[in-house]
């Protein structure tokens, strides 16, 4: 069982690697490629978040053709679609074919936790869901480090077309490793019907405990994603003033304290779980952490809030934990699709950050605000708005012993 749990891990693992590589990679290919195109901040942020949109707008299909037909065969066929993308910045002459790129990289990573979420799902004990997930997360990690200073490396030595190539050639490696390694069968789940007039989906949107288990997760992993992924390299570079070497070693600090995160919060929850406290009582008070964390960074001076962001990584990897929680709550037959529901409302969310906090910078200092100041007031914006959605989360632990068994729909 573990040598076949390792068949169906580490393939995955690798392109889990290459979507948060993807993901990340902007934060340090921002200056050259803005520079290289005459970028505003408002269309640096749209670019990025494009990601997140198209991301976002498959994710309810895709939870219906992983029930349906399996992760191996959506992920790998979606991870040439991400190699195409990729190859599109390479040869991109103007904004609209590096925002068609960047649309299609997020539509071709859109499985990359799903999948795998998936696969677990049918493989892993359900006790155990919680470590898996969470060591899967870390292999994003890993992918996140790699889009910082070793990044800014190649970046440095080749430009910014050399590193899209590069990243285009493993995308197409990781689809054919998943294609030919990952096992052929359980394809599809026994036990259980994937047809519904409304794909399955009306008992998921209309189920109080997704809402509970979701709504803060949705807030806090949506200024993660949102800001995490572009924005702080803006603000160490022209907030803090650090270089681009700088900028990018804090990035991947960033990515190592991610990958800590992941792996402490699997094993924390997988401890909990076995001492009968719920998955969602240890991601509300994670994510609870993580909000005042947010909030200090931005009312913090610079000098010490630089210190920060590596646990801001680190703590926002609790709502993650979600997913788990979420998959516990709903049959097996419809497990890709509850977390295909969460991911679709997440990187909504994250998308509307990331272009937002673009357009908010432009218009502020337009109005005469420093750079410093627009910064400070969007973080504590998204403090708020994630203190308001965990209060929903924290509803759940005054019933959190009763299981997720008996709110199952």
Known sequence: ????????????????????????????????????????????????????????????????????????????????????????????????????????????????????????????????????????????????????????LILAAFGWRALFAALAVLTLASAALIWFAVPRDHEAAADGPVAAPDGGYRVIFTSRRFWQLGVGSIACQGTFLGFGTLWVGPWLRDVAGHGPPLAAAWLSAMAVAMVAGYLASGKIADS?????????????AGMTAFTVLVALIAVLPVGPAVWLWPVFSFLATTGTLSYAATTQAFPSHLAGRANAALNFLVFACAFLQQWLTGVLIDELMALGWERVDAFRALLLAAALLQAVALAGAWGLTKTGRQGAAAERP
């Open 1 to 152: 069982m573990a040598r076949l749990i390792l068949r169906i891990f580490l393939p995955f693992a690798l392109g889990y690697f290459l979507s948060l590589a993807y993901r990340l990679v902007n934060a340090v290919a921002a200056r050259p490629l803005a520079e290289s195109f005459d970028l505003a901040a408002a269309e640096l942020g749209l670019l990025t978040a494009l990601y997140f949109l198209a991301f976002g707008a498959v994710q309810l299909p895709l939870g219906t053709a992983l029930d349906r037909f399996g992760p191996r065969r959506i992920e790998a066929g979606l991870l040439v679609v991400a190699a195409v993308g990729a190859a599109l910045f390479v040869v991109a002459d103007g904004f609209v074919q590096l925002a068609i790129g960047r649309a299609l990289i997020g539509l071709g990573v859109s499985a990359c936790l799903m999948a795998p979420f998936k696969a677990y799902s049918l493989w892993v004990p359900r006790e155990r869901l919680a470590l898996v997930n969470g060591l899967h997360l870390a292999s994003g990690g890993l992918g996140a480090f790699a889009a910082g200073a070793p990044s800014e």
């Open 272 to 284: 909990a779980g076995r001492r009968g406290v719920p998955i969602a009582t240890v991601a509300a």
